[in-house]
Nanobody, 125 residues
Framework: QVQLVESGGGLVQAGGSLRLSCAASGRTFSRYAMGWFRQAPGKEREFVAAISWSGTTTNYADSVKGRFTISRDNRKNTVYLQMNSLKPEDTAVYYC??????????????????WGQGTQVTVSS
C-alpha cells in the first residue's frame, strides 16, 4: 500500500504561481506513474496531470496545458505540480494519486487506487 502526503497549497492572486508537492511511501514509487486531480466545491473530482515512472511522458488536462507542469524526483519519492498563471477557476482541493498499474497515465479516477488527503488551493481575483 502506498501513502501520499500533499503540501504547498495556499492562497494566491490571479496570475500568480504555486508549487505543490506529494511525498510517497510504501510502494516502489520510482516504478509507478503518478497523477494529480482536483475537486472544486460542488463539482466532480477531475484529472489535472499525470507523469510516467521515468518522468519522460506526461499527460495534461486541456484546461491546464501550458500553465501547469508535472515533474518528479524519484530519489526523493516526490512528485510536483508547478502551477503558473493561476486563475480563479483553478480554486480547488488538489489530490495526488497513484494508479492501479505502473504505466497508467490516463484521466479515469477509477484507475487510481491510492489518494492523498488533499491540499487547498485558492486563487483570488
Amino acid at each position: 500500500q502506498v501513502q501520499l502526503v500533499e503540501s504547498g497549497g495556499g492562497l494566491v492572486q490571479a496570475g500568480g504561481s504555486l508549487r505543490l508537492s506529494c511525498a510517497a511511501s510504501g510502494r516502489t514509487f520510482s516504478r509507478y506513474a503518478m497523477g494529480w486531480f482536483r475537486q472544486a466545491p460542488g463539482k466532480e473530482r477531475e484529472f489535472v496531470a499525470a507523469i510516467s515512472w521515468s518522468g519522460t511522458t506526461t499527460n495534461y488536462a486541456d484546461s491546464v496545458k501550458g500553465r501547469f507542469t508535472i515533474s518528479r524526483d524519484n530519489r526523493k519519492n516526490t512528485v510536483y505540480l508547478q502551477m503558473n498563471s493561476l486563475k480563479p477557476e483553478d480554486t480547488a482541493v488538489y489530490y495526488c494519486a497513484a494508479p492501479d498499474t505502473s504505466y497508467y497515465l490516463g484521466a479515469s479516477r477509477n484507475r487510481y487506487d491510492a489518494w492523498g488527503q488533499g491540499t487547498q488551493v485558492t486563487v483570488s481575483s
